[in-house]
């Protein structure tokens, strides 16, 4: 009795049709592959956007909020205060008013794109304090 032959490997002579075709399309994944990396790119680059508009506003929400927090107790320099809170990167501009019952301080600071074509509004933030400088409201 005769032992069985080997299986043809896909690169030698008298394979059949069947593995020399899966050994022609060994690249088609490859190419595929080479289609959809685009769409995973950009998908990562809006998971980054989001995580960005998010810290941005977060910021903004602690620049106003130290902004009449300061003002509120001393009277000045709250917006100073906001601005020296957050990122100098960021550039944010603070808005200060106030009366004799309450500080309202506004920070505004705008959003970068990092997708292409993409233009977002600023990230605003407002934030209300009693006042409680003695000088506006007595001892």
Not at 109 to 126: H, M, Q, R, W
Request: charged share 20%; aromatic share 4%.
């Amino acid at each position: 009795m005769r032992s069985p032959a080997p299986a043809a490997r896909p690169w030698r002579r008298g394979s059949s049709d069947v593995e020399r075709r899966v050994h022609r399309d060994r690249g088609q994944v490859a190419i595929e592959y080479l289609g959809f990396v685009p769409i995973l790119l950009f998908v990562a680059l809006c998971g980054i956007q989001l995580g960005w508009v998010a810290y941005v506003h977060e910021q903004a929400d602690t620049a106003a909020r130290t902004a009449a927090r300061v003002e509120a107790r001393k009277g000045s320099g709250g917006a100073a205060a906001g601005a020296a809170a957050v990122g100098s990167g960021l550039g944010a501009r603070i808005d200060v008013t106030k009366d004799t019952d309450a500080v309202t301080a506004v920070a505004r600071i705008k959003i970068n794109s990092i997708v292409p074509g993409l233009s977002l509004e600023d990230a605003v933030a407002t934030a209300v304090m009693p006042n409680d400088d003695p000088e506006v409201s007595g001892p």
